[in-house]
């Protein structure tokens, strides 16, 4: 049995561990029963990225959210009706939290009536198995997988199953989301859904999609990896006119839509997390006239921030590209204090659409190389401390200064570093130490081993100079007695006989 705490430690990031973290204390807290559901839990068994996290609560999750936003949550949406929030947690993690509930429909197609229930009510009231599964969060049963309709064998399959034949009749826009589910992921709708899909299609339900709901699909799109493919699977079928009926004359702009999705990845592998909703919905809409894509944002039932992004996003990349590409920014210094307060969607949308290079290379500047510096400032503080500099004012002074002289080229090396820290913090480099040279010793001649033992006995070399001593009758060992041992050798080795010593000769 996999150990799903486990994989959650494992798959999550850093600042959505964090979150879970904090939302599970929060409900300790509270002694509400906490649940880890759907997508998140979907893509954490499938292997695909996790990008938001699903709460469920037995009870009602307020007194749970108020503590968050107290803690400096941001509360995007709140549904006092259904208790749902919607919140960006420190680290811009992406969190909804709502209560376990059950939707009670009086005829199929009506709006359900709501009443809340237990969590394994919640799960059977969901659009497809392979979201109807949650991880329990509670002290006692922490890590526990509740799967009472059995989603976890349609996610080995890889099959989207409905869990009943009113599913679509109930929600029309479980249609959208069905198709986006097969293109992001790879699978197909089991045999029973694909049918019921197609009857749902022949009666028109298509035509019933409530403009939020389409809304609410449309948003999710914008934020999907593959948005042209979701696109195209519902044009296939004729859906695109639930966003908006000019959009299905018209069709999306793909070209624009791809250049879009290959600067996200470049972002993304830079190691950035851009919200690219506007740049991505413009695109989608790009063929329309400006009139009618407002119209259709607004018929969607989209926030107004939301539509004044959209709106904005042609006019506002123009005054930025004519600033980069100005005096304004003409150091690498001012164009990244420039670049850091600058949207990360905005700089995605010049880096896809505008043609002025140096607008495009001060941005590219920015991701791949400014940045990177920055954020590698805190294993150059490290070095810092280790020269002795205590932490304060000056200690951040120099920080910022370094990483100045960075912008500029200088101390890009590791080697560099100690070097210009200490110039930039007025420490004075320590004094090299001076070695005493150590005279070469003289390779030992041949015989000095017989003639290193003295009067004494101690071993002692004899003096300079001194030559071995050689019989007194050989005249070549006096005519040769200055020249060194090896010449000798060099010269037995031709085969000439090397004189012997006849005994020690003591050194007085």
Same mark, same amino acid.
């Given at each position: 049995?996999? &150990?799903?705490?486990?994989?959650?430690?494992?798959?999550?990031?850093?600042?959505?561990?964090?979150?879970?973290?904090? /939302?599970?204390?929060?409900?300790?807290?509270?002694?509400?029963?906490?649940?880890?559901?759907?997508?998140?839990?979907?893509?954490?068994?499938?292997?695909?990225?996790?990008?938001?996290?699903?709460?469920?609560?037995?009870?009602?999750?307020?007194?749970?959210?108020?503590?968050?936003?107290?803690?400096?949550?941001?509360?995007?949406?709140?549904?006092?009706?259904?208790?749902?929030?919607?919140?960006?947690?420190?680290?811009?993690? &992406? /969190?909804?939290?709502?209560?376990?509930?059950?939707?009670?429909?009086?005829?199929?197609?009506?709006?359900?009536?709501?009443?809340?229930?237990?969590?394994?009510? &919640?799960?059977?009231?969901?659009?497809?198995?392979?979201?109807?599964?949650?991880?329990?969060?509670?002290?006692?049963?922490?890590?526990?997988?509740?799967?009472?309709?059995?989603?976890?064998?349609?996610?080995?399959?890889?099959?989207?199953?409905?869990?009943?034949?009113?599913?679509?009749?109930?929600?029309?826009?479980?249609?959208?989301?069905?198709?986006?589910?097969? *293109?992001?992921?790879?699978?197909?709708?089991?045999?029973?859904?694909?049918?019921?899909?197609?009857?749902?299609?022949?009666?028109?339900?298509?035509?019933?999609?409530?403009?939020?709901?389409?809304?609410?699909?449309?948003?999710?799109?914008?934020?999907?990896?593959?948005?042209?493919? /979701?696109?195209?699977?519902?044009?296939?079928?004729?859906?695109?006119?639930?966003?908006?009926?000019?959009?299905?004359?018209?069709?999306?702009?793909?070209?624009?839509?791809?250049?879009?999705?290959?600067?996200?990845? &470049?972002?993304?592998?830079?190691?950035?997390?851009?919200?690219?909703?506007?740049?991505?919905? +413009?695109?989608?809409?790009?063929?329309?006239?400006?009139?009618?894509?407002?119209?259709?944002?607004?018929?969607?039932?989209?926030?107004?921030?939301?539509?004044?992004?959209?709106?904005?996003?042609?006019?506002?990349?123009?005054?930025?590209?004519?600033?980069?590409?100005?005096?304004?920014?003409?150091?690498?210094?001012?164009?990244?204090?420039?670049?850091?307060?600058?949207?990360?969607?905005?700089?995605?949308?010049?880096?896809?659409?505008?043609?002025?290079?140096?607008?495009?290379?001060?941005?590219?500047?920015?991701?791949?190389?400014?940045?990177?510096?920055?954020?590698?400032?805190?294993?150059?503080?490290?070095?810092?401390?280790?020269?002795?500099?205590?932490?304060?004012?000056?200690?951040?002074?120099?920080?910022?200064?370094? +990483?100045?002289?960075?912008?500029?080229?200088? *101390?890009?090396?590791?080697?560099?570093?100690?070097?210009?820290?200490?110039?930039?913090?007025?420490?004075?480099?320590?004094?090299?130490?001076?070695?005493?040279?150590?005279?070469?010793?003289?390779?030992?001649?041949?015989?000095?081993?017989?003639?290193?033992?003295?009067?004494?006995?101690?071993?002692?070399?004899?003096?300079?100079?001194? *030559?071995?001593?050689?019989?007194?009758?050989?005249?070549?060992?006096?005519?040769?007695?200055?020249?060194?041992?090896?010449?000798?050798?060099?010269?037995?080795?031709?085969?000439?006989?090397?004189?012997?010593?006849?005994?020690?000769?003591?050194?007085?």
């Amino acid at each position: 049995m996999p &150990d799903y705490m486990y994989l959650l430690e494992s798959r999550l990031s850093a600042e959505q561990r964090a979150a879970l973290v904090r /939302v599970q204390e929060l409900a300790v807290a509270d002694e509400s029963n906490l649940y880890l559901v759907g997508g998140a839990v979907r893509d954490l068994i499938s292997g695909m990225p996790i990008r938001d996290l699903d709460f469920t609560v037995e009870g009602n999750p307020s007194r749970i959210v108020r503590a968050l936003e107290k803690g400096g949550t941001r509360v995007v949406s709140e549904n006092e009706s259904l208790r749902h929030a919607e919140l960006v947690l420190t680290g811009d993690v &992406d /969190v909804s939290i709502a209560a376990a509930r059950e939707d009670v429909y009086a005829r199929p197609g009506t709006r359900p009536d709501i009443r809340f229930s237990t969590i394994m009510e &919640d799960l059977k009231r969901r659009d497809f198995s392979i979201n109807a599964i949650a991880i329990s969060l509670n002290p006692n049963s922490r890590g526990l997988l509740l799967d009472p309709t059995n989603g976890l064998a349609d996610l080995e399959r890889r099959e989207i199953r409905v869990l009943s034949i009113h599913s679509f009749t109930n929600q029309p826009a479980r249609l959208l989301r069905a198709l986006r589910y097969a *293109a992001r992921m790879g699978f197909e709708m089991n045999a029973r859904t694909a049918e019921w899909f197609k009857l749902a299609m022949e009666r028109g339900l298509h035509s019933t999609i409530l403009p939020e709901d389409a809304g609410s699909e449309f948003r999710q799109v914008t934020r999907e990896e593959k948005p042209a493919a /979701v696109l195209k699977a519902w044009e296939s079928w004729s859906l695109l006119s639930a966003l908006h009926p000019q959009l299905a004359k018209r069709h999306p702009d793909y070209e624009a839509i791809n250049r879009i999705t290959r600067v996200r990845d &470049d972002m993304w592998s830079a190691g950035f997390r851009p919200r690219l909703f506007a740049p991505v919905a +413009f695109a989608v809409l790009g063929r329309l006239k400006p009139r009618e894509r407002s119209a259709a944002l607004t018929r969607m039932g989209l926030r107004a921030a939301e539509i004044h992004l959209v709106d904005e996003l042609e006019s506002d990349a123009r005054k930025i590209v004519k600033i980069l590409a100005g005096p304004k920014t003409a150091s690498p210094r001012d164009a990244y204090a420039f670049l850091e307060k600058t949207r990360l969607d905005l700089l995605a949308y010049i880096l896809a659409e505008s043609s002025n290079s140096k607008a495009v290379a001060k941005i590219r500047n920015y991701l791949h190389k400014w940045k990177p510096l920055r954020q590698a400032l805190p294993n150059v503080a490290g070095e810092l401390e280790a020269l002795g500099l205590e932490h304060g004012p000056k200690f951040d002074k120099v920080l910022e200064d370094f +990483f100045q002289a960075q912008l500029l080229g200088k *101390a890009r090396k590791p080697e560099a570093h100690a070097k210009v820290l200490r110039k930039l913090a007025g420490i004075k480099e320590l004094p090299k130490k001076v070695e005493e040279k150590k005279k070469p010793e003289k390779p030992k001649k041949k015989g000095d081993a017989r003639n290193t033992e003295g009067a004494s006995g101690q071993g002692s070399a004899p003096p300079k100079g001194t *030559a071995p001593a050689h019989p007194a009758s050989s005249g070549k060992g006096q005519a040769r007695k200055s020249k060194p041992v090896h010449v000798r050798e060099k010269t037995a080795s031709k085969g000439h006989e090397k004189p012997k010593p006849h005994g020690k000769k003591k050194i007085r």
